[in-house]
């Protein structure tokens, strides 16, 4: 069953496409029950193998690629891997080495995997900006020696020309690849008290106190356990009911 390709691509549809995944892997089993029934005698076959029910799980449909939530994910998510990757640079030359330690002694990543990391990322934010440059017609991007001030300059230029960027059918690949990057970062630097506290409200206190523990889940204070999913979907609705509170202010 292919996924709708009007559905964003986005985190927000991440019940959907589990379920869809789901459906094609039980209608493969079906498929393999049915020949072995058909392959036992008729007196010997049992109840015929029941096909899987069709999901039912609704998807977001695109705007017209991302969801507005999934768009300011990542649009966040951008922006944090500036300053993520100028954390691990800063302990590569030796200003905050003691972030990168590991708890409970935990192995913190060597300077060489940290550099090679955020070579690769500056060579995917350049390659999107060149390729944006030249979809777009503007002028070959500046020669700029790889380092801190470049990615800065490149994540920037990114940022403004996003809105447009996340309207390209194109942008599927770099959406999702900025959240990868995020996520990788983030774990590289998974001991640093600001790269581990969220901005959400937990959905359970309302309290700002949520923050990501070494397995990947978030953790309030008050006990509240998210996955992943669950955190970012709280993410994109609590930006949706900030953005509606800002219009209503403005309208008043």
């Not at 609704?58 to 990757?85: H, K, M, N, Q, Y």
């Not at 994109?236 to 209503?248: C, I, S, T, V």
Request: charged share 30%; hydrophobic share 35%; net charge negative.
């Amino acid at each position: 069953m292919p996924i709708d390709p009007n559905s964003c691509p986005g985190v927000c549809n991440r019940r959907y496409r589990e379920a869809v995944n789901a459906y094609d892997l039980a209608v493969d089993q079906h498929v393999a029950a049915m020949q072995e029934w058909l392959a036992l005698p008729g007196d010997d076959r049992g109840p015929r193998p029941e096909p899987p029910e069709l999901p039912s799980t609704p998807f977001t449909v695109g705007a017209p690629i991302w969801d507005p939530g999934c768009s300011r994910l990542i649009r966040g998510a951008l922006a944090e891997l500036d300053d993520t990757a100028a954390l691990l640079a800063a302990a590569v030359d030796g200003h905050r080495g003691a972030a990168l330690a590991g708890p409970n002694g935990a192995t913190a990543p060597d300077h060489k995997t940290i550099v090679d990391t955020l070579d690769e990322v500056f060579g995917f934010l350049v390659e999107v900006e060149d390729q944006w440059r030249q979809a777009r017609g503007y002028r070959p991007r500046p020669h700029r020696a790889r380092g801190a001030h470049a990615r800065a300059v490149c994540v920037g230029w990114l940022l403004d020309q996003l809105d447009d960027i996340l309207l390209h059918q194109g942008s599927v690949e770099f959406g999702l690849g900025v959240l990868r990057w995020q996520r990788r970062l983030r774990a590289m630097s998974k001991s640093d008290p600001a790269s581990r506290r969220s901005p959400i409200r937990c959905p359970r206190c309302r309290e700002r106190q949520v923050s990501r523990r070494d397995d990947g889940y978030y953790e309030c204070l008050c006990g509240r356990l998210l996955n992943e999913a669950e955190h970012d979907r709280e993410y994109a609705e609590q930006a949706d009911e900030h953005d509606h509170q800002q219009q209503e202010v403005g309208a008043s």
